[in-house]
């Protein structure tokens, strides 16, 4: 049984707006440790919006604090990213990342999903 990463929820939204993205970690992946949420907008560099530990410790990008929030469920292996007050710079392709194994290093990642903040 492969390892998947299935993220979903993107979609077109308006500035001021809200958002939920969800990815849920099935298959042959075993002992989580961070749950995260990454992001590449068209021509830049993918970069980290928030992660959370197995133990509940989050951490947030500056550009988003305040705005979004991280919540997992260790029982069902999901993560969720909250998005509020979107603004058009939060446009990208959202990603989810899964850190497992007994050491943490194995790492899978899902397809993506889009995010467009336009009015």
């Known amino acids: 049984q492969e390892q998947l990463v299935e993220e979903s929820g993107g979609g077109l939204v308006q500035p001021g707006g809200s958002l939920t993205l969800s990815c849920v970690a099935s298959g042959r992946i075993f002992s989580i440790s961070a749950m995260s949420w990454y992001r590449q907008a068209p021509g830049k560099e993918r970069e980290l919006v928030a992660s959370?530990?197995?133990?509940?410790?989050?951490t947030v990008a500056d550009s988003v604090r305040g705005r979004f929030t991280i919540s997992r469920d260790n029982a069902k292996n999901t993560v969720a990213l909250q998005m509020n007050n979107l603004k058009p710079e939060d446009t990208a392709v959202y990603y989810c990342?899964?850190?497992?194994?007994?050491?943490?290093?194995?790492?899978?990642w899902g397809q993506g999903t889009q995010v467009t903040v336009s009015s």
């Open positions: 959370s530990s197995r133990l509940g410790s989050t």
């Open positions: 990342k899964v850190r497992s194994g007994a050491d943490g290093s194995v790492v899978n």
